[in-house]
């Protein structure tokens, strides 16, 4: 062996052995190292550089995202707090990448992307519900149910005044009255 070959202690197939750093790190064994004495000033000065390196990784992005303006677009406000979190979570329980789940769901990676990052895409629900329906999740506040059509939220969200419900009872009725019980209406 060479004069500059450092010898370590390593774990392979579980037992220690001896064997030069390079090989360790060219196999990939764990390398067992001797704890090393440190002063107090070296510890403080240890854990402030942990700290600062966790706070630039922590923060470093945020820094640079515009903070969401809920109030300057009525779907996001509408969408629970933190939903692109939800969103991130549930694709990541589910073990699907971006790309996979923006193939099922037929939109663009980048849009999903945003989505995840709590900024929507275009100014409207679909994207919302294509992702509430693939994941199975409700995304909004108000509890409108994910699986609805979209002509049954419409239809909720606008209720019927009470003359036109009675109008059409009346028209259902005439119908029946004329058609018999012979015929079943469909709709």
């Known amino acids: 062996m060479g004069e500059n070959v450092k010898i370590v202690e390593a774990i392979d197939d579980g037992k220690i052995v001896r064997v030069s750093e390079d090989y360790a790190k060219r196999e990939g064994l764990l390398i067992l190292r001797k704890p090393v004495q440190m002063t107090l000033e070296e510890k403080h000065a240890m854990v402030k550089a942990q700290q600062d390196a966790e706070e630039k990784h922590v923060y470093g992005l ?8 809920y109030k300057q677009n009525d779907i996001i406000g509408s969408l629970i707090e933190h939903f692109h979190w939800e969103i ?8 699907l990448t971006r790309k996979q789940m923006a193939n099922s769901l037929g939109c663009n990676e ?5 989505l995840e990052n709590g900024i929507l895409p275009s100014n409207d629900y679909i994207l919302i519900n294509k992702v509430e329906k693939f994941l199975g999740i409700n995304l909004r506040k108000d509890g409108q149910p994910y699986q609805a059509s979209m002509r049954e939220l419409a239809l909720s969200s606008s209720p019927v005044p009470a003359k036109e419900e009675k109008k059409e009872e009346k028209k259902e009725s005439d119908s029946k009255n004329v058609l018999g019980n012979d015929i079943e209406i469909i709709d």
Do not use: I
């Not at 945020?62 to 303006?69: E, H, M, N």
């Not at 991130?88 to 589910?94: E, G, P, S, V, Y």
């Open 62 to 69: 945020d820094r640079f995202r515009k903070p969401l303006r």
């Open 88 to 95: 991130a979570a549930r694709r990541k329980l589910k073990g």
């Open 110 to 114: 980048n849009s999903l992307k945003l």
